[in-house]
């Protein structure tokens, strides 16, 4: 069974940093592209960042280019984001998403709040 568990959401003042990990079970983490994706209520999940199956290539949405950085560890099934210069934009939930085959795997996401 496909397993992604997302942590390390919060609270955080604007300007400040969280980092998001999601550890991945069921599958052969290292042959699949992993993303993260947000979605506030009322509107459509996006994606954020996205990563090859090796981490050699990367994309960000135009939103958070250079405050966010994905990143993964192929040893420990863990794909993580360092986001930084956080702003109130970015408050939504964020979700781990892998697609295998046909199917999109998602988290149950983690809340990231940006508010003074």
């Known amino acids: 069974e496909v397993q992604l568990v997302e942590s390390g959401g919060g609270l955080v003042q604007p300007g400040g940093s969280l980092r998001l990990s999601c550890t991945a079970s069921?599958?052969?983490?290292?042959?699949?592209?992993m993303s993260w994706y947000r979605q506030v209520p009322g509107k459509e999940r996006e994606l954020v960042a996205g990563?090859?199956?090796?981490?050699?290539?990367?994309n960000y949405a135009d939103s958070v280019k250079g405050r966010f950085t994905i990143s993964r560890d192929n040893g420990r099934n863990t794909l993580t984001m360092q986001m930084n210069r956080l702003e109130s934009e970015d408050t939504a939930v964020y979700y781990c998403n892998v697609l295998l085959g046909w199917k999109n795997h998602w988290g149950q996401g983690t809340q990231v709040t940006v508010s003074s």
């Open positions: 069921g599958f052969t983490f290292s042959s699949y592209r």
């Open positions: 990563i090859s199956n090796t981490g050699g290539s990367t």
